[in-house]
């Protein structure tokens, strides 16, 4: 039951998803409806690896629905830097909040502390693998933006160490898309990914090259390079840079092309993109507060 613990974009079925969009969307509406909703509730949040929007939605979305948060604070200035484990970690703060978010540098972090606790652990981000409350607002971007069925999307970046794109890839096998992965081959999905994906029957391509797909695309997503996910920084300097998004490269792409970006980004989009109606990527970031508060209100009883 994905109610219990949101770990991984795999839990998710089309009904699923459509449920929390279809509240975010009530809530984005009416938010007077939800004030409130979670009285005297407290949220945990536990952030072992920055975080801007993430941890800062979470906490609007809590406070517009009127319950409050507890933040772990960074790891310098917590007892994990005396060495406390993360299960010793969380079994604590459940006792003082009433769920808990959590981002963590180590791939199967959020799954593993779920079986330390009895409150809902929402997994914020947990290495290079997951990051699925983000996937559900880049639905709610795609859906208000060009509806879920029948687009063809492409997925640009580092697509090896990029956990949104892990996410964002087994959601999309739920609807009727085309996934269109454009990225160097030293940074291609990983196995298991491209496995899981060919398991669901997901019509998936490979390119190393934008410019042989974008002018069918109707959303791209545009990725970070990982920098600090890679073991060899030489690795990094190779790449970085060879798959930026600007005017020139727009001049090809359909009129009606969306550009995402989970953000931060470095240099993957040039800021004249801003300006244009391809843009989509601060309204993405907003749209993180109703999607939150939503998963909230359904997760909260
Ligand atoms: N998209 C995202 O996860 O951003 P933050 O790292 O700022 O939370």
Do not use: C
Not at 27 to 39: F, K, S
Not at 126 to 148: F, K, M, N, S
């Amino acid at each position: 039951m994905w109610k219990d613990h949101l770990l991984t974009a795999k839990q998710l079925s089309r009904g699923d998803v459509e449920t929390v969009l279809d509240r975010a969307g009530e809530i984005a509406a009416d938010p007077e409806a939800v004030r409130g909703r979670l009285d005297g509730r407290l949220l945990g949040l536990l952030f072992f690896e920055p975080s801007t929007r993430t941890k800062m939605s979470f906490e609007t979305a809590a406070k517009r629905l009127g319950g409050g948060v507890v933040d772990m604070g960074s790891v310098e200035s917590s007892s994990v830097k005396k060495g406390e484990s993360l299960a010793d970690t969380v079994r604590v703060i459940e006792g003082y909040a009433d769920a808990l978010v959590l981002r963590h540098p180590s791939q199967g972090a959020a799954t593993m502390a779920s079986e330390f606790v009895d409150v809902p652990i929402i997994n914020a981000g947990d290495g290079a693998g997951h990051h699925p409350t983000q996937t559900l607002l880049d639905l709610y971007t795609i859906r208000e933006t060009a509806g879920l069925d029948g687009l063809s999307i492409g997925i640009m970046g580092d697509l090896k160490y990029g956990r949104t794109v892990h996410s964002l890839a087994h959601a999309l096998t739920n609807f009727d898309v085309h996934q269109h992965f454009v990225s160097p081959e030293s940074l291609r999905l990983p196995r298991s990914v491209r496995y899981d994906l060919h398991q669901a029957g997901a019509n998936v391509r490979e390119h190393e090259d934008l410019s042989a797909v974008l002018p069918t695309l109707d959303v791209l997503y545009v990725t970070r390079i990982q920098r600090e996910r890679f073991p060899d920084e030489n690795e990094y300097h190779a790449i970085a840079g060879e798959y930026r998004i600007d005017a020139d490269v727009l001049a090809d792409a359909p009129e009606d092309l969306a550009i995402m970006h989970p953000l931060p980004r470095v240099d993957e989009i040039a800021p004249e993109v801003d300006e244009t109606a391809h843009a989509r990527y601060f309204e993405q970031a907003h749209n993180g507060v109703p999607v939150r508060m939503a998963l909230l209100d359904l997760m909260l009883p």
